[in-house]
């Protein structure tokens, strides 16, 4: 090491705030299903953990990171973890026997995240606006929370037998209180935030427990400070890191925030606090060097900057994070340089792809090859040799550009992309019925797929087996009598994937895994270049399935903003730019479409509200682009052509105005756990087009009766003109068997029958 010369030339700290958790072949996942199942016992699951924190200690040491975070593993689900840590449980689940019985504590963790018979599980959503799902704590003021386990303590200290003194990682408690809900028992009105006090006296417990163990620093996730709510509790957040600063017998706190800006504010309430570290995400945070300088600086507390992009898959551009740091060490006497957010939210190993080109995969970086690129940066700020780092070692992304895509934009955008507004209505039929595109994937399904895959089955009998399934949804449903079919998606391994597969500009990887929810994963595409489309996607089957019958069958795509939320999608131009070159592919496809004879054309915006900023302010821009992008989409079609659209989630309220704006002829969305709130929302508005309120709830293996559905329906016709009325469940039935939802969508054509005769 050389000498520290002068208080800017001091060591630079490498780090990283957290790391995937499920193993490279997804061994926590089968470990857990596998004990799910009671195909294992606890011993056996928590051996597999132990191994995969220990790869995860080694693979981090050997990438050269100086300080390693622990207590990043779970089983499930961090937030839970934390709600179990201080036993912030609804009554609804019973205590372990024993907390030394493992397999009862176990159980009642597991029923907790997935449910028990009778005992419904937490609700889960989404964190912040990522793709990973936390379990939501339900609070009330009855709850006191307090210290009554110890894995931070437990994981410490298995890392430190193994020779590393982690700095164990915490939800911090202002972002814990915050992303609780009030449990149904709570008093109107009453918000967890209440807690705070005591809650922080019982992170003050464990702080105190961990530095008995040994631990000399903690790291305090409060990532809420990036969101609006967030920056409305500043109050809060200097009373709870006074309290927990103000405690003697302590580690140094490191609180770490991001996935955006917070304001100097919330920085000056930190730098003024008593804590020794804050974290900033520099990735996502494009005001982070103007609000340090803001408040001159951090001065003695160390900024632990986070400069490497934890939440997507390119490499770093090595020389400009170095002129970056070399900011940031003038704002702060003491700099580290970490990953912007855990990297939680990457794919495990880069070295683990082998089908990727040679040029894509130099641009790329997952989590183990950030972990280096940190380790890196560190080092060569600390040996002061930034210099040597000059212009072109950077593999910033190669432009792997398109000039017809570029050249055909530029054209259209000089166009207006408006339909005209008397189009022909899209169906003769009252309260028309439908489905929101998949049937039920079946075993054999799936089978036939992953052979085919494989090499094992030859595409003709690949596509036989599909053709017979697809003459089945469709005399299935001409049987149960509903208006406007669809050929089922049998094709299809997942609504993006499946797209990603057939453009340009994607690509996709063999191991590329990140935790969805659980044991649930997921392998987003990698959205590299511009985007285009070679040739049809969705005609052949389209148009088969129409050969099958005299009812339109309705065609089904992925819009450009869900093709980019579930994907991995480049930084080099704004997300706006690649959007509407995924909108241009799209046009082409509904224009085959609409060619082919098809006269419904259905357009899936079902991550239309999980993009949506975090901030306020930013949202208006943001609709701005997803509503070009698919208008792109679906502005070409003729009068005599029905796009719909489909959306996944309840709250309408942020996003109704960017809905009316799409102007799809109808729009098929989540209604039925939230009682049809949002038909009354767009009747108030006197929306004009076509609506179809999901009236069942496909998420729950429950077959809803004629009643409840005619229940739904009547409220529906109450609230908006009767003559814009589509009739359909909540979402695809892919994850359904046949049994139920044969029997749930009869049920629904013959409710609709019933409301139809009385209009
Ligand atoms: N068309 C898709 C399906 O039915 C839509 C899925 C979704 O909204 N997530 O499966
Ligand atoms: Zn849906």
Redesign the pocket.
């Known amino acids: 090491m050389t000498a520290n010369t002068a208080a800017s030339e001091s060591q630079v700290r490498s780090t990283v705030h957290g790391y995937p958790r499920i193993g490279l072949q997804r061994e926590l996942k089968w470990a857990c299903e596998s004990y799910w199942k009671g195909s294992t016992t606890a011993e056996e699951l928590d051996a597999v953990a132990t191994e995969l924190r220990k790869g995860i200690q080694t693979q981090l040491h050997e990438a050269g990171v100086d300080d390693l975070p622990s207590n990043t593993f779970s089983y499930y689900d961090h937030v839970l973890d934390t709600a179990v840590l201080f036993d912030l449980i609804p009554a609804r689940f019973a205590s372990p026997a024993s907390a030394e019985n493992r397999e009862e504590e176990l159980r009642r963790y597991f029923a907790l995240a997935r449910g028990e018979q009778g005992t419904p599980p937490l609700e889960m959503t989404k964190w912040f606006d990522t793709n990973y799902h936390y379990l939501v704590p339900e609070l009330s003021p009855s709850v006191r929370p307090r210290l009554v386990g110890d894995k931070p303590v437990a994981e410490f200290r298995e890392a430190l037998e193994a020779g590393q003194r982690t700095r164990p990682v915490l939800v911090g408690p202002l972002t814990f209180l915050l992303l609780a809900k009030p449990a149904e028992d709570a008093p109107e009105g009453w918000q967890p935030i209440e807690l705070l006090d005591q809650l922080v006296d019982a992170y003050g417990r464990l702080l105190k427990d961990l530095r008995a163990a040994g631990a000399t620093e903690v790291q305090l996730d409060e990532p809420i400070l990036a969101t609006d709510e967030g920056r409305e509790h500043q109050d809060e957040l200097e009373r709870a890191y006074r309290n927990l600063g103000g405690l003697s017998d302590r580690p140094s706190l490191l609180v770490s925030t991001y996935f955006g800006s917070i304001g100097s504010g919330a920085l000056r309430v930190l730098k003024e606090s008593p804590v020794e570290a804050v974290g900033l995400d520099l990735v996502t945070d494009k005001e982070g060097i103007d609000d340090l300088t803001k408040i001159s600086g951090l001065g003695n507390t160390r900024l632990v900057a986070g400069v490497v992009d934890g939440r997507n898959v390119w490499r770093t551009d090595i020389p400009a994070a170095l002129a970056e740091l070399g900011t940031l060490r003038g704002l702060t006497d003491e700099l580290s340089v970490s990953t912007s957010c855990s990297l939680l939210h990457v794919p495990l190993d880069l070295d683990a792809e082998t089908s990727l080109t040679p040029e894509l995969r130099n641009a790329l970086a997952f989590a183990k090859q950030k972990a280096q690129e940190v380790a890196l940066l560190g080092k060569v700020l600390s040996e002061g040799k930034a210099a040597e780092y000059t212009e072109g070692r950077a593999t910033a992304t190669p432009a792997f550009t398109n000039p017809d895509v570029r050249a055909r934009l530029e054209a259209l955008n000089k166009q207006t992309l408006a339909r005209t507004q008397e189009r022909e209505t899209p169906s003769d039929i009252q309260l028309p019925t439908t489905?929101?595109?998949?049937f039920p994937q079946t075993t054999e399904l799936r089978r036939a797929r992953a052979a085919h895959r494989r090499g094992e089955l030859p595409e003709e009998e690949y596509n036989t087996i599909l053709r017979a399934e697809i003459d089945r949804v469709i005399a299935l449903q001409e049987d149960i009598g509903l208006d406007v079919l669809?050929h089922g998606?049998p094709e299809r391994n997942d609504?993006v994937q499946y797209f990603a597969e057939q453009l340009e500009g994607y690509a996709t990887t063999e191991n590329g895994w990140v935790q969805s929810y659980g044991s649930r994963c997921v392998r987003p595409p990698i959205l590299f270049g511009d985007v285009s489309r070679p040739k049809a996607m969705t005609v052949d089957w389209i148009t088969y399935a129409q050969s099958r019958t005299k009812k339109p069958v309705k065609g089904?795509l992925?819009g450009p903003v869900t093709m980019l939320a579930w994907s991995f999608v480049r930084t080099d131009q704004p997300l706006g730019e690649t959007a509407a070159q995924v909108g241009l592919a799209l046009r082409d496809e509904v224009a085959d479409l609409e060619r082919a004879g098809i006269r419904h054309i259905?357009v899936?915006e079902?991550a239309l509200r999980e993009l949506l900023p975090l901030r306020q302010e930013k949202r208006q821009e943001y609709l701005d682009w997803a509503v070009n992008s698919f208008r792109l989409a679906t502005s070409g079609v003729d009068v005599t052509t029905a796009i719909h659209t489909?959306?996944?989630y309840s709250e309408f309220g942020v996003v109704v105005g960017g809905i009316e704006a799409l102007d799809a002829d109808v729009t098929s969305v989540e209604a039925a756990r939230s009682r049809m709130e949002l038909v009354r929302d767009l009747g108030a508005r006197g929306y004009k087009r076509g609506i179809g309120p999901g009236v069942y709830d496909i998420h729950s293996p429950r077959i809803p009766s004629v009643e409840e559905i005619e229940t739904s329906l009547r409220l529906a016709v109450d609230n908006v003109d009767p003559g814009n009325l589509w009739v359909n469940p909540d979402?695809?039935?892919?994850t359904r068997g046949y049994a139920e939802v044969e029997q749930a969508l009869r049920n629904m054509v013959e409710a609709a029958r019933r409301v139809r005769a009385d209009l």
Do not use: N, R, Y
């Open positions: 489905t929101i595109g998949s669809v998606e609504m089904m992925t259905q899936d079902a489909h959306m996944c979402c695809g039935l892919k």
